[in-house]
């Protein structure tokens, strides 16, 4: 049996969990989540927790008891607080600013690169060398941040790039001229 499958979760004030024709939808302050539950798992709601519980022992089930938990955990998460990725970009003259419902980065190309926002997800440059991606969704909100950094992946030499606001980059030591092979 999963272990993390058996801890409730736990429903905070103002957001409602409920379980109906195989559809776990969450309603919170933020905004509404929906989830198709797939195979012998059911959800039941007792007052300020909601737990996951598997019907039949088949193959699979255990692994899809702790996923399910972990996706209601996370849908309940993001209706009442929402989840933030930050990347920050390093580069000279390297600079991102958002106009409109785009996002206009000039990180290093012969032309500057467009990221429309896309739904669900809010875009936002605090500085003009810093992205915050914002929602209730956690896997779009890590999605669109990780199709960001992959516009300019940072490289190990100088540290240019797109990272994440927490990630290190291991940096490399650079080529020393004149000490070939004579």
Known sequence: M?????????????????????????KGSKGTLTQQIVGDIEIKVNGAEATVEKTSNAVGTDAKHGLYRALLHNMVVGVSQGYTKALKVNGVGWKVAKQGNKLVMNVGFSHPVEF???AGVTLACPAPNEITVSGIDKALVGQIAA????????????????????????????????????
Do not use: C, Q
Request: charge should be positive.
């Open 116 to 118: 429309v926002e896309p």
């Open 2 to 26: 999963s272990r993390i499958g058996k801890l409730p979760v736990a429903i905070p004030a103002g957001v409602t969990v409920t379980f109906e024709n195989g559809v776990v939808t969450v």
């Open 147 to 182: 199709d960001i950094r992959t516009i300019r992946k940072p490289e190990p030499y100088h540290g240019y790039g797109i990272a994440y606001k927490d990630e290190v980059i291991e940096r490399k030591e650079g080529k020393t001229g004149g000490k070939g092979k004579k």
